[in-house]
């Protein structure tokens, strides 16, 4: 919503958007053309997929091009369709349909190769195709002006809430923090199954969980933190970087991940934050407590990631190129391109 399809009407191009905006809570943009499907809810998702697939015949007629972000579409897309991207987002890999049917999901990556053009979110995910694609990174629209300083009684957790991305240490990280005077605030949907945990904790006063927020409004709710947090479960084959920690470093502030390799690659090189072992909800709490007792150190820690994301990862470097490429595919510039697309909420559940 707020980078590759405002950059398409910067362009001056036609949307037609497809999305669970009323289930979001989200306002589309009034210069899309927006169609409104619920939201694809735990195992119950049939009635979600269906209407998608409804949405999106309606959507593609007279569209130059058809853009999806969910890989639960791609056996759902219509038979008489513009030429489509697939998007490969980072999120994919969270989706029900990967984590119960590997294989499966493998099989439909392959063949949607072949069958579609495709945009990687970053350079580790070539080795899951055998064809080369282009590169539209994760990124922050990153604010010019230096971070603020970073207060000193909270903590925050942005995106998609699940056992696999860490929701039980979150809890007893905010359990334990609790008595020295900072809270955790958990701004993103949850999985069905951690719903309990979550509304427990907040019962308990342990923190604030403020379900599913739009991307912008989320990122100024995270400014001024001691830290965010990002504590997923090790996954073999993710060598990206979350989204959650290039968001962090574009409002300075400082990050507190777990060993995945590309995340604690990005923060040990740049000295954007502080990596703790899995599980470790220790020494968590250890990296929290000694930067909010070193705002100093906070502050420093918070510019050099914003400094990194403002030269490497900010959405508008990157915005002509990706819009560039969708209008080759699309025959070339074009004024009335379409695109339909599914918001990275479709996952939440």
């Known amino acids: 919503m707020h980078r590759q399809v405002r950059a398409l009407l910067d362009a001056g ?35 979600a997929l ?17 853009v999806v972000y969910d890989t639960e579409l791609l056996s759902r897309l219509p038979r008489h369709r ?32 072949h069958r579609l053009h495709l945009i990687l979110a970053d350079d580790s995910y ?30 925050v957790h942005i995106g998609h809430l699940s056992e696999a991305g860490g929701v039980a240490e979150l809890v007893e990280t905010a359990r ?36 599913y927020v739009p991307n912008r409004h989320a990122l100024r709710m995270a400014e001024r933190a001691i ?35 590309a995340a604690a690659s990005l923060v040990e090189r740049t000295g954007c934050g502080v990596v703790v072992p899995f599980g470790d909800v220790g020494a968590a709490v250890r990296a929290v407590l000694a930067l909010r007792d070193d705002p100093t150190g906070a502050v420093e820690m918070g510019g050099r990631g914003h400094a990194e994301a403002l030269a490497h990862h900010n959405w508008p470097d990157h915005a002509g190129a990706f819009v560039e490429q969708l209008e080759e595919w699309a025959a070339g510039p074009v004024t009335s391109g379409l695109e339909v697309g599914v918001l990275e909420a479709w996952h939440a559940i």
């Open 82 to 113: 513009p030429a489509t991207v697939w998007d490969v987002r980072g999120e994919a890999g969270a989706t029900p349909a990967r984590r119960g049917l590997p294989a499966l999901v493998r099989r439909t990556e392959a063949r949607a190769e």
């Open 13 to 47: 191009h036609d949307i037609t958007y497809v999305a669970p905006f009323t289930d979001c809570n989200v306002t589309p943009d009034p210069r899309i053309r927006a169609i409104d499907v619920p939201r694809a809810i735990g195992n119950h998702r049939g009635r």
């Open 176 to 211: 334990r923090l609790l008595p020295h005077g900072i809270r955790l605030d958990l701004i993103g949907a949850a999985d069905a199954g951690v719903r309990p945990l979550l509304r427990d904790a907040q019962r308990e006063g342990l923190l604030d969980w403020y379900g």
């Open 126 to 155: 070539r080795d899951r195709f055998s064809l080369p694609h282009p590169v539209v990174p994760n990124t922050a629209c990153v604010p010019e002006s230096p971070p603020a300083r970073p207060g000193r009684d909270r903590v």
């Open 227 to 261: 830290a965010g947090l990002s504590f997923p479960h090790e996954v073999p084959d993710d060598r990206s970087v979350p989204a959650k920690i290039i968001d962090y470093m574009s409002r300075g502030v400082p990050v507190v991940t777990v060993p995945l390799p």
């Open 50 to 66: 269906k209407a998608a697939r409804g949405a999106l015949r309606r959507g593609v007629e007279g569209a130059d091009l058809l």
